[in-house]
């Protein structure tokens, strides 16, 4: 079962040493109450939630699954418990404005919650998941009435939200969106259309769900506005509310048309939704009754806060369930004997065993997974600390902290769900047969993590999101703003001779980067830059991550020349190393993956189909 | 389900064009009686077998699992009719010697038999999957009365077979296995002791089990030969046999101990079974009556050729379930209409969906898919070809063929493990959120391949089979004949100015493969030299299928300029892309890899256990 010692400390680390929160809160007047040891508090006592009370429920929550019965799901044991336990404590509410109930810290401390809930039992966390995105979304472009209803309810964890978009003929292409909310008398709408792959969508843990659902308002003709240009946002409440946001009694018209069974991830139930068919007549007739957040045809606009949120908490739950695996695997490297030591002239069998982390191709897998899921958890809390910064910081520190985050966020997301799923597969394999059984929970991760390279926009919708909008946005000046983040990282590690190579390497990958990007576009040609967005997306992943672990790096160096304590000296050396270890194995795929980007490869783009 | 045009026309393609051995089989005198037509015809029986008999167990199997009741195993539905019909049609006998039954047929189309069933059903296909190893055995090493009680059987498919190795406190490391083998007065062993992992070590397919045992026989003191030295290899059945061959009516000593719940491959019980624990006490005693095969001490010598035939069927099991999920996923990118077409300023959403096969990025997903998977094919194939060689050639041609089949075992295993795997994952990506959910086949093969990397022999296993001893036995002559015969290709490719680009490149990677395995052993020093074989074997891998694919190339472009039929000259000019896209995204990798080789890098080696 998950242990919390390793990743609270290395959360700490991150958050204390890296990025030295402690004193930029003081200076931020959002946070000038907030202390180190009250930080090390939230951390210790969600380490502890995730690990005594949700870890527990994770293997059976895989193995029982939802289950349906005359229409409502039932969640796994145990689930509804620690859902209790957790709105209790009040985790919910952590980082939510104290004027609408919240406890006002930072993002950074919702997010390492999060990872602590992720690494414990990810399928469960998926249920409070979406609640901050939700929180943010009300509580920007909601009208006081609906924040009167739903607000408080949302940042008490007392009602959950869910995220409406996807329609099985449209997917990724949400410009062809179908489902219809038509005006009634009353300033709300009649929702009417079917949305898939709702995570959620339906469950048992609270009273109430507040689905958050795209639609579009027809035009004086009767007709949907094609694009997404035609798109708005509703509240549409499974029950409804009066104007103290109690519940009326009235059950809204959305009913559970189906679950999908799947690979992992099977204590959440993935739903299939009818808003309005109908099976719920509401006040009078059919049609699910919502209500308009924000401007209609800005329904987009008003989820993106949402939506981006989304997107680093799957990077960020990647990153965790990656985590899990690695501590995993570790502890059975420690104490699984088998094989002898290498001397110089190969295994002796005369000698006795030795515990299986000995041997140079089983610390390659650890050290591996290691650099990958240390490396994204860094990156994740340096996004956590955007997104404070952008929401707290000066006007101009706010504006680049958003920037920045418009440049990580293709990486955040989509890196973690990539490499802490490999992650995953070399703790399966560090376990040998062992991990390919039930009786070791590295296959489940392995399952579990399959996802996140899909929801929330796929690799490939990230890539196109990186290169074809983020680094030519305003004339490349997020990639410059990037660029010149990452060359002062680079400027402090060439005045340490240890780092100084490694400095060298991350400019040249940096450079490489910032040409291919060039010659991707010299053409203009949108076809042809986007040909090999991905390998693109792999290649800018891979500089992210070498960039952040010689921030690590710079950060471990520094502390062993002020004389750490015994472990903390060891734990400091096997940062160096993990670092070390990404620049050695990793970064020079960067060369190999810009190579069809740099030439504008066109043997995907021109490939006939009938060749398949 | 699994459709087998595309499949059977591409393995067709391998063997008569690329490969040429219809004209090859009249040069040997075993195959002198077999024709192009003949062999076509089992190809095309064997493609119907597995598509209309086996393919329809395939899911249902994966639900349903195998079940334990009063400690016998009961297999999923339809897979107990399935094996009959493959007894009764005769295919168990196919490339057995007609001496004992045996159809005499290459191994080649054994092979092309074993890639219809594992594509269709590989859970099934993995019990009869030892058959043919345990004939080899048998028929090699076994006297003539246990042929006489147990060969017929074993080639008619009647019994089936399993290979017991492992347990529990030894794992890779035979040298410490602890089953040990008593001898009986009458010639016969009395085996105890317990092994892990056994495919298929208990079923209801057959009515009969033939245990192929490792176990040591006690010397004078009682005590047990450290080391592989002392495992010899036992017959021992789970029912007792006359010497016709027929069941005398006695149960031995095997008993099952537990089933293993496995992340995939469900349709066939992973097992322990008990060796003589006196749960079936017989003629008179505990103790598993067991057989010696060969000569005492010579166990693995005698297993050898089962361990490599399994290990290429390994390989060719992960690259059909990579063949199997690329399909499924070409089928699904042709069908599911998707976003808009990239034009030269972006995409323009007044146009209509497109197929998304039509995105470029998806075609580099079926691209790779295709290079992994038709590239590992041919590999496998070229494979049972030097089987075919090694066994009726003439002798100088049978030794050649025999070493380069110890150099490119490790790759036929572990290449497939890895990149299918890889393959699966991208076959799932393709189907969007559908890939995550049991409608579509694609999260099966993910699951069942990833046990690939870790049976028979881990990648860590063969990377040191590789780097350890393969390359460097008998002063590099099995890397000088690879070396060679890589040339040869590398030459009628420089003559071909469509090819020579990728000649060049290849002759370039062979070059740095060889300078890196001089590099890697520089200075002698085994734990020096092998700390990074992993990335030596990827390498290594990525080479061979380099060399691989331009071989086909050069066979496609020849059939192009005879002038081939429409539908041929599409997938002819498949092939040539399908090449290039090897060339220009995977094979730049080799270099990434052979950076830690040449170095001689020690970050793993001398990584400090406490700093994990």
Redesign the interface.
């Given at each position: 079962m998950w242990q919390y010692e390793a990743p609270l400390r290395d959360m700490r680390y991150v958050i204390e040493d890296v990025l030295g929160l402690p004193a930029q809160w003081a200076a931020l007047p959002a946070f000038a109450e907030l202390d180190a040891d009250t930080a090390r508090a939230v951390l210790a006592e969600a380490a502890r939630f995730a690990t005594e009370v949700l870890a527990p429920t994770n293997a059976n929550g895989d193995l029982e699954g939802c289950t349906l019965a005359d229409g409502e799901v039932r969640t796994p044991r145990g689930y509804k418990e620690a859902y209790r336990a957790f709105v209790e404590a009040g985790w919910p509410a952590l980082a939510c404005d104290p004027a609408v109930g919240g406890q006002g810290l930072p993002q950074v401390l919702n997010a390492a919650l999060y990872e602590m809930l992720a690494a414990a039992n990810h399928a469960w966390t998926m249920y409070p998941g979406l609640l901050h995105g939700a929180y943010e979304c009300l509580h920007l472009h909601a009208s006081e009435e609906l924040k009167q209803r739903y607000l408080g309810k949302v940042v008490s964890g007392e009602w959950l939200s869910t995220m409406c978009l996807?329609e099985a003929?449209?997917?990724?292409?949400l410009?062809?969106l179908a489902t219809r909310a038509t005006p009634a008398a009353d300033g709300s709408y009649r929702l009417k259309g079917t949305k898939?792959?709702i995570s959620g969508g339906e469950q048992d843990l609270t009273d109430n769900i507040v689905h958050l659902v795209l639609a579009k308002i027809p035009g004086p003709d009767g007709k949907l506005v094609?694009?997404?240009r035609g798109i708005s946002l509703f509240i549409v409440p499974k029950k409804l509310v009066d104007t103290e946001g109690r519940l009326t009694g009235e059950r809204n018209d959305v009913a559970l048309a189906g679950l999908?069974?799947?690979?992992?991830y099977r204590g959440i139930p993935?739903t299939l939704l009818n808003f309005g068919e109908g099976k719920y007549p509401v006040r009078g007739g059919a049609g699910a009754i919502g209500y308009l957040v924000g401007k209609p045809g800005e329904g987009l606009r008003c989820m993106f806060h949402m939506m981006n949120e989304a997107r680093i908490a799957v990077g960020l739950g990647a990153t965790m369930l990656g985590y899990a695996g690695y501590e995993a695997s570790?502890d059975y490297a420690?104490n699984r004997?088998?094989?002898?030591a290498?001397?110089?002239?190969?295994k002796d069998?005369?000698q006795p065993?030795i515990p299986i982390?000995?041997?140079?191709?089983?610390?390659?897998m650890?050290?591996a997974q290691?650099s990958w899921c240390e490396g994204a958890l860094a990156l994740e809390l340096y996004c956590a600390r955007l997104v404070d910064e952008l929401h707290t910081g000066a006007p101009e520190a706010a504006a680049e902290a958003g920037l920045l985050l418009e440049m990580l966020t293709p990486i955040a997301k989509s890196w973690p769900s990539e490499w802490c799923l490999e992650a995953n597969?070399l703790a399966?394999?560090v376990h040998?047969?062992y991990?390919?059984?039930?009786?070791f929970p590295v296959?489940q991760y392995?399952?579990d993590n399959?996802?996140n390279?899909?929801?929330e926009g796929?690799?490939?919708i990230q890539?196109l999101d990186l290169l074809?909008r983020k680094v030519v946005m305003d004339g490349g000046k997020g990639l410059q703003l990037l660029a010149g983040t990452i060359n002062a990282t680079i400027q402090r590690a060439l005045a340490v001779p240890e780092l100084a190579g490694f400095a060298n390497e991350l400019a040249a990958a940096l450079a490489e980067v910032g040409r291919a990007t060039k010659a991707a576009w010299a053409t203009g040609?949108?076809?042809e830059a986007?040909?090999?967005?991905?390998?693109y997306l792999q290649a800018f992943g891979h500089t992210v991550i070498a960039w952040i672990w010689l921030d690590v790096a710079l950060c471990a160096h520094a502390k062993l020349g002020q004389g750490a304590a015994a472990?903390d000296e060891?734990?400091l050396?096997?940062k160096l190393?993990a670092c070390?270890?990404f620049y050695?194995?990793d970064l020079?795929?960067v060369?190999?993956w810009l190579?069809?980007v740099a030439s504008r490869?066109d043997?995907?783009?021109t490939?006939?189909?009938?060749?398949?």
């Amino acid at each position: 079962m998950w242990q919390y010692e390793a990743p609270l400390r290395d959360m700490r680390y991150v958050i204390e040493d890296v990025l030295g929160l402690p004193a930029q809160w003081a200076a931020l007047p959002a946070f000038a109450e907030l202390d180190a040891d009250t930080a090390r508090a939230v951390l210790a006592e969600a380490a502890r939630f995730a690990t005594e009370v949700l870890a527990p429920t994770n293997a059976n929550g895989d193995l029982e699954g939802c289950t349906l019965a005359d229409g409502e799901v039932r969640t796994p044991r145990g689930y509804k418990e620690a859902y209790r336990a957790f709105v209790e404590a009040g985790w919910p509410a952590l980082a939510c404005d104290p004027a609408v109930g919240g406890q006002g810290l930072p993002q950074v401390l919702n997010a390492a919650l999060y990872e602590m809930l992720a690494a414990a039992n990810h399928a469960w966390t998926m249920y409070p998941g979406l609640l901050h995105g939700a929180y943010e979304c009300l509580h920007l472009h909601a009208s006081e009435e609906l924040k009167q209803r739903y607000l408080g309810k949302v940042v008490s964890g007392e009602w959950l939200s869910t995220m409406c978009l996807t329609e099985a003929h449209a997917g990724s292409d949400l410009g062809l969106l179908a489902t219809r909310a038509t005006p009634a008398a009353d300033g709300s709408y009649r929702l009417k259309g079917t949305k898939i792959f709702i995570s959620g969508g339906e469950q048992d843990l609270t009273d109430n769900i507040v689905h958050l659902v795209l639609a579009k308002i027809p035009g004086p003709d009767g007709k949907l506005v094609p694009g997404t240009r035609g798109i708005s946002l509703f509240i549409v409440p499974k029950k409804l509310v009066d104007t103290e946001g109690r519940l009326t009694g009235e059950r809204n018209d959305v009913a559970l048309a189906g679950l999908n069974h799947k690979l992992g991830y099977r204590g959440i139930p993935n739903t299939l939704l009818n808003f309005g068919e109908g099976k719920y007549p509401v006040r009078g007739g059919a049609g699910a009754i919502g209500y308009l957040v924000g401007k209609p045809g800005e329904g987009l606009r008003c989820m993106f806060h949402m939506m981006n949120e989304a997107r680093i908490a799957v990077g960020l739950g990647a990153t965790m369930l990656g985590y899990a695996g690695y501590e995993a695997s570790l502890d059975y490297a420690r104490n699984r004997p088998q094989g002898r030591a290498m001397g110089p002239g190969g295994k002796d069998p005369a000698q006795p065993q030795i515990p299986i982390i000995r041997h140079a191709d089983v610390r390659r897998m650890l050290l591996a997974q290691k650099s990958w899921c240390e490396g994204a958890l860094a990156l994740e809390l340096y996004c956590a600390r955007l997104v404070d910064e952008l929401h707290t910081g000066a006007p101009e520190a706010a504006a680049e902290a958003g920037l920045l985050l418009e440049m990580l966020t293709p990486i955040a997301k989509s890196w973690p769900s990539e490499w802490c799923l490999e992650a995953n597969s070399l703790a399966i394999q560090v376990h040998g047969g062992y991990g390919y059984t039930r009786d070791f929970p590295v296959e489940q991760y392995w399952r579990d993590n399959r996802l996140n390279m899909i929801h929330e926009g796929t690799h490939g919708i990230q890539a196109l999101d990186l290169l074809g909008r983020k680094v030519v946005m305003d004339g490349g000046k997020g990639l410059q703003l990037l660029a010149g983040t990452i060359n002062a990282t680079i400027q402090r590690a060439l005045a340490v001779p240890e780092l100084a190579g490694f400095a060298n390497e991350l400019a040249a990958a940096l450079a490489e980067v910032g040409r291919a990007t060039k010659a991707a576009w010299a053409t203009g040609v949108a076809e042809e830059a986007l040909a090999n967005a991905v390998p693109y997306l792999q290649a800018f992943g891979h500089t992210v991550i070498a960039w952040i672990w010689l921030d690590v790096a710079l950060c471990a160096h520094a502390k062993l020349g002020q004389g750490a304590a015994a472990d903390d000296e060891a734990a400091l050396r096997g940062k160096l190393a993990a670092c070390r270890f990404f620049y050695r194995h990793d970064l020079p795929k960067v060369a190999a993956w810009l190579q069809v980007v740099a030439s504008r490869d066109d043997t995907c783009r021109t490939m006939a189909e009938e060749g398949f």
